[in-house]
């Protein structure tokens, strides 16, 4: 399996996160990567490929024009009105107020965020768009013929929203490569989340519509991130009533429950009949997650890409979460080999 990566990924890094009350470095840093390279460059995966180049509206199709304008202006923005080094909204829209754009940075940060964890620095647009063009190069390649292509991202996308960016994640790479599918002709899309968080930005693109079946495997949000979206009840609206399955599980799940619950959402793809299925690969359900409360051991990650193989589609695996950072390779790789051992 080939794996399309950018270096540009590099700049985005030295900012910081609220995480339990105190402002400390951000979990999702440079090194994560660093870990999955070595690690593929010891598997069958190692081959890299560099993305494509994509045109500004390219990363439009799902996010609007104003957002991503703003992503890229960002940072020149609040660099031009602050020597700090790096950008946090420090307010949020609520309920009942007005989705105004504020003439400000603070005002704009503040409008086009959901919470405190997804920071600028200077070299973050860079990375943003680059996460997104190795996305849709990975997706271009699988249309083409690959049978499987692993797309390295980072920044990650799933919660990244039509103009809101949260959770680390600034544009949604999975759901942009599965328009980009639906764009180039196929008829049916199935997006699979393995994070161990749910993918609300990527739920949220697809809610009403019948073309891309979002299931979403994830702790139960009444307990975890992002706490407002993720819940069983959540099935679709519209023509997209019964295409968004949610599968909650408490803390503490082990591979008996998740094994269980992926088994659920795998038959009900396969049910589905998709052209093509997009995978947001996250291994944060790992037991040492710093920031997660799952119990997968590393074997079970095998047993996850054996079972997506089970489907027989053109498979786009699109890289999301993780943070146990010694671990983040073994783990990634885990689940491509069981993948492709069972293709």
Request: with cysteine; charged share 20%; aromatic share 12%.
């Given at each position: 399996m080939k794996t399309v990566y950018s270096d540009a990924h590099r700049g985005h890094a030295g900012a910081k996160e609220m995480h339990l009350g105190k402002l400390v470095p951000i979990h999702e840093m440079p090194s994560r990567i660093d870990m999955i390279l070595a690690r593929l460059a010891e598997s069958d995966h190692r081959e890299l490929v560099a993305p494509k180049s994509f045109s500004f509206e390219a990363l439009t199709r799902l996010h609007s024009v104003d957002y991503v304008t703003f992503l890229s202006e960002a940072w020149d923005l609040w660099s031009a009105n602050s020597d700090a080094p790096y950008a946090l909204p420090y307010t949020s829209v609520a309920p009942g107020m007005r989705l105004k754009v504020p003439e400000t940075i603070d005002g704009k940060l503040s409008r086009y965020a959901f919470d405190l964890a997804a920071p600028f620095v200077a070299g973050t647009w860079d990375a943003i768009k680059a996460s997104a063009e190795v996305a849709l190069t990975g997706q271009?390649?699988?249309?083409?013929?690959?049978?499987?292509?692993?797309?390295?991202?980072?920044?990650?996308?799933?919660?990244?929203?039509?103009?809101?960016?949260?959770?680390?994640?600034?544009?949604?790479?999975?759901?942009?490569?599965?328009?980009?599918?639906?764009?180039?002709?196929?008829?049916?899309?199935?997006?699979?989340?393995?994070?161990?968080?749910?993918?609300?930005?990527?739920?949220?693109?697809?809610?009403?519509?019948?073309?891309?079946?979002?299931?979403?495997?994830?702790?139960?949000?009444?307990?975890?991130?992002?706490?407002?979206?993720?819940?069983?009840?959540?099935?679709?609206?519209?023509?997209?009533?019964?295409?968004?399955?949610?599968?909650?599980?408490?803390?503490?799940?082990?591979?008996?429950?998740?094994?269980?619950?992926?088994?659920?959402?795998?038959?009900?793809?396969?049910?589905?009949?998709?052209?093509?299925?997009?995978?947001?690969?996250?291994?944060?359900?790992?037991?040492?997650?710093?920031?997660?409360?799952?119990?997968?051991e590393h074997e079970d990650y095998l047993r996850i890409g054996e079972a997506i193989a089970g489907l027989k589609r053109p498979t786009h695996f699109v890289m999301e979460g993780g943070y146990a950072v010694e671990a983040i390779g073994i783990n990634t790789v885990n689940l491509l080999d069981g993948f492709a051992g069972s293709s």
């Open positions: 271009e390649m699988v249309a083409g013929g690959e049978g499987a292509v692993f797309s390295l991202c980072r920044p990650p996308g799933h919660h990244a929203m039509a103009d809101q960016s949260g959770g680390y994640c600034y544009l949604n790479n999975a759901a942009i490569a599965a328009q980009a599918f639906l764009d180039g002709g196929a008829g049916r899309v199935a997006l699979v989340d393995v994070d161990y968080h749910h993918g609300n930005g990527s739920q949220s693109l697809f809610y009403d519509r019948d073309d891309v079946l979002f299931v979403s495997l994830h702790a139960d949000p009444a307990q975890e991130y992002p706490h407002f979206l993720g819940y069983g009840d959540e099935t679709g609206e519209g023509p997209g009533e019964g295409f968004n399955l949610n599968l909650p599980m408490a803390w503490g799940t082990a591979w008996d429950g998740y094994g269980a619950a992926l088994d659920q959402g795998l038959a009900r793809i396969a049910d589905f009949g998709p052209d093509v299925v997009v995978i947001s690969l996250g291994v944060d359900t790992f037991k040492e997650d710093p920031i997660s409360r799952f119990k997968l």
